[in-house]
C-alpha cells in the first residue's frame, strides 16, 4: 500500500474532522502548520492534477426560458387557461395565464442568476 493510499484510508476513517486535534489532521494529510514544501506541492499535482473544477459551457437564455415552459404543470395550466377562455370565463383565463407568465419569468431569474455565479 502506497502512501497516498493509507492517507486516503485515514481520512475515510475519520469522517469527524471537526472534533480531531489540528496535529492530527496535518499528520493525516502529510503537512505542516507552514504548508507543504515545494517538492511535496509538486508530487501532489502529479499525483492528484490541479484543484480546479472543469469549466462547462452555460446554458443559453433561450435554452434556459425553453426549460422553464417544459414542465407538465405548466402544460395544465395552459390547458386550464384555454379551456377557460373557450368556456367563456375570461378573467379565470387571464388569471391562470398570468400565474403561467409570473412562474416562467421567476424561474428563468432565478436560473439565469445561478448561471452567472457558476461561472463566477
Not at 508530487?43 to 426549460?67: C, K, M
Not at 402544460?75 to 409570473?102: F, R
Not at 421567476?106 to 442568476?113: A, I, P, T
Request: hydrophobic residues 40%; proline residues 2%; negative net charge.
Amino acid at each position: 500500500m502506497t502512501q497516498a493510499d493509507r492517507q486516503s484510508v485515514d481520512r475515510e476513517a475519520s469522517n469527524k474532522w471537526h472534533a480531531a486535534d489540528t496535529d492530527e489532521i496535518l499528520r493525516q494529510m502529510d503537512s505542516s502548520a507552514e504548508g507543504l514544501s515545494g517538492r511535496a506541492a509538486e508530487r501532489r499535482l502529479e499525483e492528484t492534477g490541479p484543484n480546479s473544477l472543469e469549466q462547462q459551457e452555460g446554458r443559453s437564455p433561450v435554452r434556459l426560458l425553453i426549460h422553464q415552459v417544459k414542465n407538465p404543470l405548466i402544460y395544465l395550466l395552459t390547458g386550464a387557461a384555454a379551456v377557460s377562455a373557450v368556456t367563456g370565463h375570461a378573467v379565470d383565463a387571464a388569471v391562470i395565464a398570468g400565474v403561467v407568465l409570473l412562474n416562467t419569468v421567476l424561474g428563468f431569474v432565478q436560473e439565469w442568476r445561478a448561471e452567472g455565479a457558476l461561472e463566477a
